[in-house]
T-cell receptor, first 115, second 110 residues
Framework: DAGVIQSPRHEVTEMGQEVTLRCKPI?????LFWYRQTMMRGLELLIY????????DSGMPEDRFSAKMPNASFSTLKIQPSEPRDSAVYFC?????????????FGDGTRLSIL | LAKTTQPISMDSYEGQEVNITCSHN???????ITWYQQFPSQGPRFIIQ???TKVTNEVASLFIPADRKSSTLSLPRVSLSDTAVYYC???????????FGSGTRLQVQP
């Protein structure tokens, strides 16, 4: 079974540049989550989607961050313009939400460095 | 989401059983207890989930007392490859976002 696939695995760019992170959730999952992990703040939720619709984006730091999910098999997280404080590992996770309790499955993340 | 408290770090030796306890005093009726494992440079990996009593799978057991205010993750006969950070989370994991605490850093020595 293919897990959650994220690309790129690593991204290094200069501040002010646009950054796009990509995620392919597990086939059949209907919820998708974007997290960010830093040493200082640990793992924190940025936004999550259910059936391709954003449900909670209260964790998105500011207007420089935007996320889309045009279909059930693809999502992007975009930062424009990027700043050094955005440097972190960004994780995507997916799950199947029904009346039961299904765990979230994480990708291996994108390590982002903004110089 | 219910707040969780777990030890910051633990040390063990290969072959020993490791028990990591998590406190969640304000767990809600609909909340499940879920444990994740994270290795460096990897995403958190689901280990086990339970609601009450005991759950066992091929890698771990989860013990939950009747009041559900705590839970214990049990790793039988750990190996060096079990060195990782272990997170305890409480909530409706599939439906809602997860709130990760600081986790427990387990170091397994030879």
């Amino acid at each position: 079974d293919a897990g959650v696939i994220q690309s790129p695995r690593h991204e290094v760019t200069e501040m002010g540049q646009e950054v796009t992170l990509r995620c392919k959730p597990i086939s059949g999952h209907n919820s998708l989550f974007w997290y960010r992990q830093t040493m200082m703040r640990g793992l924190e939720l940025l936004i999550y989607f259910n059936n391709n619709v954003p449900i909670d984006d209260s964790g998105m730091p500011e207007d420089r961050f935007s996320a889309k999910m045009p279909n059930a098999s693809f999502s992007t997280l975009k930062i424009q313009p990027s700043e050094p404080r955005d440097s972190a590992v960004y994780f995507c996770a997916s799950s199947f939400v029904d009346r039961g309790h299904q765990p979230q499955h994480f990708g291996d993340g994108t390590r982002l460095s903004i110089l | 989401l219910a707040k969780t408290t777990q030890p910051i770090s633990m040390d063990s030796y290969e072959g020993q059983e490791v028990n990591i306890t998590c406190s969640h005093n304000n767990i809600a009726t609909n909340d499940y207890i879920t444990w994740y494992q994270q290795f460096p440079s990897q995403g958190p990996r689901f280990i086990i989930q339970g609601y009450k009593t005991k759950v066992t799978n091929e890698v771990a057991s989860l013990f939950i007392p009747a009041d559900r205010k705590s839970s214990t993750l049990s790793l039988p006969r750990v190996s060096l490859s079990d060195t990782a950070v272990y997170y305890c989370l409480v909530g409706e994991t599939g439906r809602r976002a997860l709130t990760f605490g600081s986790g427990t850093r387990l170091q397994v020595q030879p």
